[in-house]
C-alpha cells in the first residue's frame, strides 16, 4: 500500500528446443546432431549444424501486428517500436482510435473507441493478426476480439489492464486512486483527467531521465475519463479460446505491484492460460528510448 500512498501524496504535494522447432533431434551420445529424414539417421558435423539451426530459429516469422495504445498517449506511442518492427519483416498498423490523437473529444465512449479499432481491421481486410493493447488498450482489445474473433491469431496484453466480466479499468485500481481520478476529473470541468507532472514521472516514466519524463508528459493530453470507469459486459470476450501472451516490464509501476493490483500476477491471472514474457523497463519509457527491445519483446509474445 505504500505505493498507493507515494501516487496519492503526490497528487497533492535460451534455450532452444531444437526437436521442437526444426526437427532434429538431441545428439546420440555423439558429437553432431541427428537429423530425422526419411532415409533414417544422418551425421553431420555439430559445429557447422547448431550454426545453421541457430541461424535458421533466430530468423522472425512475419507476423501482421495491430498496436493498441493505451491512455494519456496517441498513436505515435508506437512509432519507434513499429519501425523496429518492420525492419525484421513484419506488417505493422497503429491506428488511432476516437477520443483520441487528431480525433480527440473527451465525450468519447469506450464503445466508440472500440468501433475505430474494428472498423480499421476490417476496412484493411486485415486477417491472421497479432493485436496488441497497451495499459488501457487491454480493455479495448477485449472488447474488438469479441467482435472480429475469426481475425486474431494472438491477443497481447502489454502491461494492459484485464477487467473481468462487469468491471471497469477503475475497477482494478486501488480505492484511494479510483477516488483521486474521480476528482481529477470533476474538477477538470469536461471529465478529463490530467495528472500532476509528479504521479506522471513516478507512475509512467520512473526510468528515464527527467528531460525525456517532461518531454514524454508534455504530449499526453488529458485523458477522458468517461472509458476508464465503464462497466463492461465481457462474458463472450472469456468464452474465447484465441491464444493470448501477457508482457510484463517489471520497473511498470502504474499500479502497486503486487497478487492484488499488480500488473503481473493480478491483471494476468484474469486471462487463464496465457504465455507469459517479462522484460525490464517501465510502462511508457521503454517505447521510446529502447524500441528495438521491445519490438524483440512483442516478437517474442506474438510468435506462434
Not at 497503429?94 to 480525433?103: F, K, M, Q
Amino acid at each position: 500500500m505504500k505505493s498507493t500512498h507515494a501516487w496519492v501524496g503526490a497528487i497533492f504535494g535460451a534455450t532452444i528446443l531444437i526437436s521442437g522447432l526444426t526437427g532434429c533431434s538431441q545428439m546420440d551420445g555423439k558429437n553432431a546432431v541427428k537429423v530425422k529424414s526419411q532415409h533414417g539417421a544422418s551425421y553431420e558435423n555439430s559445429s557447422n549444424t547448431i550454426t545453421q539451426l541457430a541461424t535458421n530459429t533466430n530468423k522472425q516469422e512475419p507476423i501482421t501486428f495491430v498496436l493498441v495504445h493505451g491512455a494519456w498517449a496517441d498513436a505515435s506511442f508506437w512509432d519507434n517500436a513499429a519501425a523496429e518492427l518492420r525492419k525484421q519483416g513484419h506488417t505493422v498498423h497503429a491506428p488511432e482510435y476516437a477520443g483520441h490523437g487528431s480525433l480527440y473529444n473527451p465525450a468519447v465512449k469506450h464503445e466508440d473507441i472500440v468501433k475505430s479499432i474494428v472498423d480499421y481491421i476490417t476496412s484493411k481486410k486485415l486477417t491472421n493478426i497479432a493485436l496488441v493493447g497497451h495499459s488501457f488498450g487491454g480493455t479495448v482489445i477485449q472488447k474488438v476480439a469479441e467482435q472480429v474473433p475469426d481475425r486474431i491469431n494472438r491477443l497481447v496484453f502489454f502491461d494492459a489492464f484485464v477487467p473481468l466480466d462487469g468491471q471497469s479499468l477503475s475497477d482494478q485500481l486501488p480505492t484511494e486512486l479510483q477516488k483521486v481520478f474521480g476528482q481529477l476529473a470533476q474538477q477538470s470541468g469536461n471529465g478529463t483527467i490530467k495528472l500532476p507532472f509528479a504521479v506522471f514521472r513516478d507512475g509512467f516514466v520512473n526510468t528515464a531521465s527527467e528531460s525525456i519524463a517532461k518531454s514524454i508528459y508534455n504530449k499526453a493530453k488529458p485523458e477522458p475519463g468517461a472509458p476508464l470507469v465503464q462497466k463492461l459486459d465481457l462474458k463472450k470476450f472469456y468464452s474465447l479460446n484465441i491464444p493470448k501472451s501477457y508482457l510484463f516490464l517489471t520497473s511498470d509501476i502504474v499500479t502497486p505491484q503486487g497478487d492484488k493490483y499488480g500488473f503481473h500476477p493480478a491483471q494476468s491471472s484474469h486471462l487463464g492460460q496465457f504465455r507469459l514474457i517479462l522484460g525490464e523497463g517501465d510502462h511508457m519509457t521503454t517505447a521510446f528510448e529502447q524500441p528495438g527491445y521491445l519490438a524483440q519483446k512483442l516478437y517474442e509474445a506474438a510468435r506462434k
